[in-house]
């Protein structure tokens, strides 16, 4: 007789919670990438404690028995041997063990990650990157967050701490980078939202900013669409040089300024990542937009989450 095959438990849902600067995204998100609810709250800016609570709130608020993990994207290198966000750019966390006390706290396996491989993992498996075993993805905002999907997997280099592909030397001895960044030239003072405002306000004056340069650009000014198609040439080099390492399918890009500027960009940036990409990689260029919009972080994390599940 033939025994009943009991199919592996396969919990339904994971919990994403999305650390940004200013707010926190949490959601509950099932194995095939959609939200079944989601909620937000502002981040916390005066200690690690407040911030650490409120993410420990966000998750409390969301959970139930369909739940069987929890993911974290946080603005920062990720220590994953220890689990630690090691320091956040523009928030009071650092050497901060969010892994084992969120272990502690909710007894389901926690998985962690920085902010920008977490998009990249969700727009992976459920957005503009669906399907694709090999994928680059830049999100453009304040800074530029970098994260690779190499061979079927999310790339994370050692200890956890890659893919920081915003801080790429595109200019060599070129524009001090931003924050904490020592570098110089690196790709995100070129093509971030903030170096975009920069660039808008000496062109255009003090009151312009990178929202405004793509208004500009959708009703015909030059001047707008000059800017946007000079800051496209220093993303394309950036591409070029990630699309000879890694080899992508896909190039995607997303962030605010990246999303909104997309259709000014991706042309441009196409043609001088082709023009400095070799054969094969060279033919295979193809940018595309995110897709999951400002859900990619909680989306990824949930899956960072699933990791943890199926792995631990
Ligand atoms: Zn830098």
Redesign the pocket.
Known sequence: MRGITVPPVQAGHAIGVDLGGTKILAGVVARDGSVVRRHERPTPQDSQEHVLAELESAVAELLDDSVAAIGFGAPSPIDQARGVVVRCVNLPLENSPLRDRMHERFELPVGLDNDANAAAIGEWRAGAGRGQDDLVMLTLGTGVGGGVISGGAPFRGRNGVGA?L??VVVVHDGRP???A????G????YVSGSAATAAAREALGPSADAHRLVRLADEGDERARALLEEVAGYLGSGIGSFVNVFAPQLVVLGGGFGVAAFDYLHGPAQQVARREALEPMRSDVRLAKAELGTAAGLIGAAFVGFEALDTG
Do not use: I, V
């Open positions: 920081e915003g801080h980078c931003q924050g960044c020592t570098g110089h690196h790709l995100e003072t």
